[in-house]
């Protein structure tokens, strides 16, 4: 036997109708139509989803701080991306799931628009990165110099590779500035 969530309740049958005018229905006493209050539906998420975002969202945070100066936005971003995953989930489970949510993460970014002049390199930060290298070296940069993880963090949270974490630093270090690179590789201390 299955009890209904919501049972019906009756309501007073209308009252008959005066030989001169429209048909009344009672009103009814205050509470005897309400439906009963339901609980708030908890939505279950796979036991896996939920330990990899206690996994991840520390650092996904971290890194949505430096590309975001407010508070606010570098949270909603995260949450966003968390909340895409649950509905990409089984699809991240066939791949690799850290590559899934990196994806996913990165496209909630705007792109950064506008001329690199002097001015804008000198200030550094990671805007600057992300116009003038492409998204994947950026985020490889910002993960080893920003949020200071080693090459092994840095390919374990975006899922790739350490070969390709490698790489992509090796290729934004030859694609920035001189100057700048030599800041990001530690032989000057800001760039100019």
């Not at 390919?155 to 690179?181: I, N």
């Amino acid at each position: 036997m299955t009890t209904a969530l919501c049972p019906e309740v009756p309501c007073p049958a209308p009252l008959t109708a005066p030989a001169d005018g429209p048909a009344l229905t009672a009103a009814p006493r205050p509470g005897a139509c309400r439906r009963p209050r339901t609980a708030e539906v908890a939505i279950q998420l796979p036991a896996d989803y939920r330990a990899f975002c206690l996994l991840y969202q520390e650092t996904y945070l971290r890194y949505a701080q430096a590309r975001v100066s407010e508070p606010d936005s570098s949270h909603a971003i995260v949450a966003r991306a968390l909340g895409l995953l649950a509905t990409h989930w089984p699809r991240a489970l066939t791949s690799h799931p850290a590559e899934v949510a990196w994806e996913l993460l990165g496209s909630l970014f705007p792109r950064p628009r506008g001329a690199i002049d002097s001015a804008t390199l000198s200030m550094g930060g990671c805007e600057v990165l992300y116009r003038v290298l492409p998204a994947n070296q950026a985020d490889a940069v910002v993960l080893r110099h920003r949020l200071l993880l080693d090459t092994h963090a840095c390919a374990d949270l975006m899922g790739v590779e350490p070969f390709t974490v490698t790489c992509r630093l090796s290729l934004a270090y030859r694609s920035l500035p001189k100057t700048f690179a030599d800041c990001l590789q530690g032989r000057t201390s800001t760039p100019r």
